[in-house]
């Protein structure tokens, strides 16, 4: 098995191993509701597929490109995982009126992921900025003892 294609079933270790996370984080994930709970016979392991391995890489990377927070990021993938549905109901309909209310809806959760994303690019864009205060009054100084 390589590190990018996973076998049809994989235990909770190899889910973690193929996704740079722990076992810990990834039933911590479903603990909160992150990712959906894994397929579990009575005193068996836990059993994860590809759609696993996928949503916990989506989840790693929001988390590490935006820095949500983790209510944050479970509503962006709410969003997301609702547009993937809304998306197969679309293809599946002909109806002008149901594919007008499915469009709608899919413009709801996107609206819903942007609002999270030009947040946290609010905060980044406001950080930058006292960043570049300071540097502009550190250069300042550094102007001012030459003199």
Partial sequence: MSATTPRSTLRIGELAELTGTTPRTIRYYEEIGLLGGA???QGKHRCYGESDVERVREIIRLRDLLGLSLDQL???L??????ATLRRELQQ????????RILEQLLEHIGTQ???VRGRMAELTDLAAELEDKQRLVRERIRESER
Avoid at 93 to 99: L, Y
């Fill in 39 to 41: 397929e579990r016979e």
């Fill in 74 to 76: 479970s509503r962006l």
């Fill in 78 to 83: 709410e969003a997301e995982s609702a547009r």
């Fill in 93 to 100: 309909t002909e109806s002008p009126a149901e594919r007008r």
């Fill in 114 to 116: 942007l609002e999270l």
